[in-house]
Structure formats: C-alpha cells, structure tokens
C-alpha cells in the first residue's frame, strides 16, 4: 500500500506519484526537489488520483492547466487483477481523466518543469468589462487568469498572474481555502442560515461585499488571501507558483475547515460548475443577467467564479478538444437541506439548466447534482463517450469496477445512488422537478419557464 502514497523524483524531467498522495504533499516534494507543475488545481487536499479522476483543473489560456494533462503514464490494475504500465499516448489520453471507471490506479507519471515563482494580483472592475469584449484578448496576456463576479454589486475581481525568475524576491502563498476559528465558522453558519431562512437579501448581499473585497484587501474575519506571514494582505504577491495557485485547509488547534466544524456548526458547500466553449462566453454572461433579473441570487461565498482552460487531449475532460471557460458557484446547504430550499434556488436551476440545455454546456465531473450526469444528460454533453467506452470494456472486460454511474455511462441504467434522507429531489438536484410531485420541500412549488423547470417561493397560480 505504500506506493498509493509514494513520491519519486525519476531525474528525467518526470515525477511518480502515488494516487493516494494529496496534491499539497506532492507538491511539497516536488518543491524540494527544485520542480513543479506549469499549473495546479485550486484544492490542494485533493488526491493526485482524484484530480485525474475528475480533471481538476487551475485557470488559464496559456498553459495546460490540469494535472490530467501533464500525465505521460501510469499503473494501473486493471479487470483481471493483472498490474499494467499506461503509456501509450491514446491510452493515457482515456486515463487522464478516468472517472474511476478504468480500474485501480495505483501511481501517475507526470511531466515537470523547473521550480518557478508567479507575481499575482486581484483587482475590481466594472462588470461591464464582461461584456465589452475585451476578456479573452485579455486572458491571454496572462499565465494565470481568473474572475471573481458578483453581479448584485456589478462588480468582478480580476486576477491575473505572470510566472516570474525563482530568484525574484517573495514567499507569498494563497489563504484561499483558509484554516479558520471553530468559533467563527459556527457563527457564520448559524448567519447564513439566519438570513436565508428570514429571506434577508439586503444581509446576504452583504455577506457577498465581505467575500468581495476579501478577495482583494483584508476583511475580517476572514484570513488575507495572499500572505507570507498569516496576518498581513500582499496584493499584488509573489512566491512560488503552485503555493499561490492552490493551499488546503487542516484541522490544527482551535481552526478547521469551513465543512469540517461538525454537523449543527458548518458551512456545508454545495458546487456547481458547468464549461463552455471560449465562443460562448458573450451569450453565457448574458443569459445570467437575463436570468438575474427575473430571478435574484446573490452568489455570497464565491462569487461566479469564471476559469479558462486550454483544449485538452484527454477524451472525458471538460475541455477535451476546446479551448474552455467554466462558470462556477458555490452555495451554502441550509440546516435542514433536505426539506428547505436555499436562497436563490430559482436562479440557480434556471441558470444551471440553460446551460446545459441551450449552451453545450458540460457539467464539471465531481461537482453539480446528479440529475447533471442522469444517462439523458450524458448521451448530450459527453462527446467522446463511445471511444471512452472502449476502453471501459478492454480494461475491464467482466466489470469488476462497475457502478451506477459507469452503467449510465453505458446507457444500460437510470439508477442512482440517493441519499436515504432525500424526501425532495429537486432541492439538490438530484431531479429536475415536476410539478405533478413534491419535489421543492417547504414554501416551494415546481414552475416551468423558458424550457427550464425550476422550484419557485411561494405557493403555484392555479388557474381554472
């Protein structure tokens, strides 16, 4: 088992992983062996297995920016339990993004390059520059380029980030996914849910101005997020590249994660994430201000956090074969998640759904409802499944690693597994609701607008 958690430098411009390392270990050793990665993932307590499961991925239009796409080999035990080497280039372009469904990888092989360092810097602008049609020219000016919008303040954070000589001077790192107090976290969901619970929108576009301006100043409570001390905001900053591109959060002390302060006293986040061809991104930002405008949501603990990717090679990535821009959010599950609906949750399907449904959109592997990745959904936004599934049935001939979500992918199955406590489907979408069923829980009723079926406030207009 010990090689799940190996790491070794090959003194061949490469690197092995064990698939059970966490990325911020990984890329600890590969610091002190005066290497790194031309772009890492935001989370850094993600395993290197699960980051090429899923094609976790950092933002940009100039480098490759997944794990999955640095990848030139792995091992792997396969369907008849015999251990194979991957490194024929069409065979890890269907392992770089494996989905779990290949077998059991057991370390990865990826490229590196000289250690490096990266200045960043988080600015506000109008959010009318998400519309003026500078963004992508823009975007490709940079090494790292991402966007923060909040469209109740129409505001959007620029950040932007050039990889700089190691010898420059700084030793900043990203709070980004921050260590903090028991005490405060509890406080703060015991404020979201408060808010919510009251439909107190002017208090929850103020949650939205503190996430904000944390993003580019220091805002109490919140850590600063670029630092080299804990304490004092630099912005810009400089240090090495991945300590800047992604952190991880620990339970050390007094501090902890934001999900990880119990049941009663968490934020408990709940993702969304959907990519799009760079064509797309004029009609996307306008469909959510359309949207907007019927529909209020106020994105507090994220933003709409807006990322690039290059075309990537590998055949179930996100970005495979274009160049990609993702639209994100993440929300925050009310106390009683399964018969109470979160705020904006009319927003957040009606946008959600044009997405996929009017925009080509793909759903990010390992984030979004379940609904996102029913068979139906899949056959629509999954373009190199066939090919994928070869290599499903060669790997794994008898179907030692099958599971629901692999038989969906082979379109011989609706199931799903559903958490027992689901009375409502649509509240985590794990259903697109139904007005003939109750499937939006307390104060919500199933409303079909625009070609989208979303859960609406209030009790439904009966008309007769």
């Known amino acids: ?25 990984a890329m600890e050793f590969m610091e002190s ?15 290197i297995g699960g980051a090429i499961g899923t094609g976790s991925h950092g933002s940009s239009l100039k480098h490759s920016t997944s794990i999955s796409d640095q990848v030139v080999a792995l091992t792997v035990v396969v369907g008849n339990a015999s251990v194979v080497k991957i490194s024929d280039p069409n065979e890890v372009n269907a392992y770089r993004v494996h989905l779990g469904l290949l077998g059991i990888i057991v370390n990865v092989t990826i490229q590196t390059i000289p250690l490096f ?9 109008p959010d009318s520059f998400l519309s003026d049609g500078s963004v992508l020219n823009f975007a490709k000016q940079y090494d790292m380029f991402q966007m923060w919008w909040f469209p109740s303040a129409q505001d959007v954070v620029v950040g932007t980030g050039n990889y700089t000589s190691l010898n420059d001077q700084g030793t900043a790192y990203t709070n980004f996914i921050p260590n903090e107090p028991s005490a405060t976290i509890a406080s703060t969901s015991a404020a979201i849910e408060l808010l919510q619970a009251t439909k107190n929108y002017i208090g929850l576009k103020s949650v939205a ?17 670029f630092t080299e001390n804990g304490l004092t905001i630099l912005n810009p900053a400089t240090g090495y590249t991945w300590r800047l591109q992604s952190n991880k959060c620990n339970a050390v002390g007094l501090k902890t994660c934001g999900w990880n302060n119990g049941p009663k006293d968490s934020v408990f986040p709940e993702e969304s994430s959907v990519a799009f061809d760079i064509s797309q991104f004029n009609v996307v930002i306008q469909m959510i201000r359309n949207t907007l405008e019927k529909y209020p949501a106020l994105f507090e603990l994220i933003g709409v956090y807006i990322r690039f990717s290059t075309a990537s ?12 821009f993702t639209v994100e959010w993440t929300t925050a599950m009310r106390h009683d998640p399964f018969n109470t609906a979160k705020a904006g949750i009319s927003a957040y399907q009606a946008i959600t759904q044009q997405m996929v449904n009017n925009f080509d959109g793909r759903p990010h592997w390992g984030k979004n409802g379940l ?27 008898n179907g030692l690693f099958m599971n629901k979500f692999g038989k969906r992918i082979l379109g011989l199955s609706d199931a799903m597994d559903i958490d027992p406590r689901v009375k409502h489907c649509a509240l985590q979408d794990y259903c697109i609701c139904n007005n003939t069923r109750n499937d939006c829980g307390n104060e919500h009723h199933c409303s079909q607008v625009n070609g989208t079926s979303i859960c609406k406030y209030g009790l439904p207009i009966l008309v007769g």
């Open 33 to 47: 062996q005066m290497l790194s990665l031309i772009m890492v993932p935001t989370f850094g307590g993600i395993t």
């Open 371 to 397: 609904y996102f990745f029913t068979r139906a959904v899949l056959d629509k936004t999954v373009i190199n499944k066939e090919e994928f599934i070869v290599f499903m049935k060669n790997n794994d001939p």
């Open 313 to 324: 090679p590998a055949l179930m990535a996100i970005s495979s074969g274009r160049e990609t």
């Open 1 to 25: 088992m010990s090689n799940f958690n190996s790491a070794v430098n090959n003194n061949d411009g490469t690197v092995t992983l064990g698939a059970g390392l966490e990325l911020q270990d």
């Open 209 to 225: 101005a503190l996430t904000e301006h944390s993003l580019v100043d220091k805002v109490a409570p919140k850590p600063p997020i």
């Open 117 to 125: 360092k990266m200045t960043i810097k988080n600015q506000i602008y």
